[in-house]
């Protein structure tokens, strides 16, 4: 079964280069040159990830990632003009899973791609030989006010639902898995990522910056997600 691809780009001479590339590797493909037509093409193809780039006429690039973002958790991979780290951070920021900066090699997008689309599909676990998807689905973890339910796919503060993306959810869960064990973003990013993820270290700091923003609207006392300067993160446990 061929799985759908959607290009975002307003250049169309990458968008018949991309097209050639993961046509070559079995992918189907459908295309957008604006982001008012790539919000139509997705709503109407479905598919199953996204190359999406940010210079876009009209509707810019982040404001189609932040549409798609309210009605689906499909995988994204944004293309950027080459050292514009604002864009990477907000994107990030914005959900999106990955990003690669333009000018870029055809071969690499295909790499990054799969493994965007092997991560959202669970098949890559690097944490064992399992799928991910398969050790989530029996996982009910409980930390005093905090309670992750990996099958539901629900997280609760002191009984109320905070709404988490997926990458979220894994981070917090590995956190809070190993309570008081300090993480570096490399051990994170190839815990959460997996190894075979290509982007820097700054999409845990993004990823932590937003679980702070979310979690902390609602009274935890007992447990606190903390920074450990030139290290990495970890959750701590308090007594009450």
């Given amino acids: 079964m061929q799985h759908k691809i959607l290009i975002v780009d307003d250049d169309p001479n990458i968008l018949e280069l991309l097209r050639l590339y993961l046509q070559k590797e079995d992918f189907a493909v459908c295309s957008a ?26 509707k810019s690039g982040l ?46 997008v295909i790499a990054r791609l799969k493994a965007v689309l092997r991560r959202a599909r669970g098949e890559l676990d690097p944490r064992g030989g399992e799928p991910a998807a398969e050790r989530a689905s029996s996982e009910l973890l409980s930390l005093g006010s905090l309670l992750i339910d990996k099958r539901g796919f629900k997280v609760t503060v002191a009984g109320a639902e905070v709404e988490l993306a997926p ?26 990522w997996g190894l075979d993820y290509y982007g820097d270290n700054r999409t845990v700091d993004v990823h932590i910056r937003r679980l702070r923003e979310k979690l902390d609207f609602h009274p935890h006392p007992d447990w606190e997600l903390k920074t450990v300067w030139g290290v990495g993160y970890r959750l701590d446990l308090h007594q009450l």
Avoid: C, W
């Fill in 33 to 58: 040159m604006t982001g008012e037509a790539a919000l139509q093409e997705f709503r109407a193809q479905n598919p199953e990830g996204i190359l999406l780039d940010l210079m876009l006429p009209g």
């Fill in 63 to 108: 404001d189609v990632l932040r549409e798609l973002r309210r009605e689906s958790d499909v995988p994204i991979l944004i293309l950027t003009a080459k050292g514009d780290t604002l864009d990477k951070v907000v994107g990030l920021e914005l959900g999106a899973d990955d990003y690669i900066e333009k000018p870029f090699e055809p071969k690499e």
């Fill in 167 to 192: 990458k979220e959810l894994e981070l917090l869960s590995f956190l809070a898995s190993h309570p008081g064990r300090v993480f570096t973003r490399d051990q994170l990013l190839d815990s959460i």
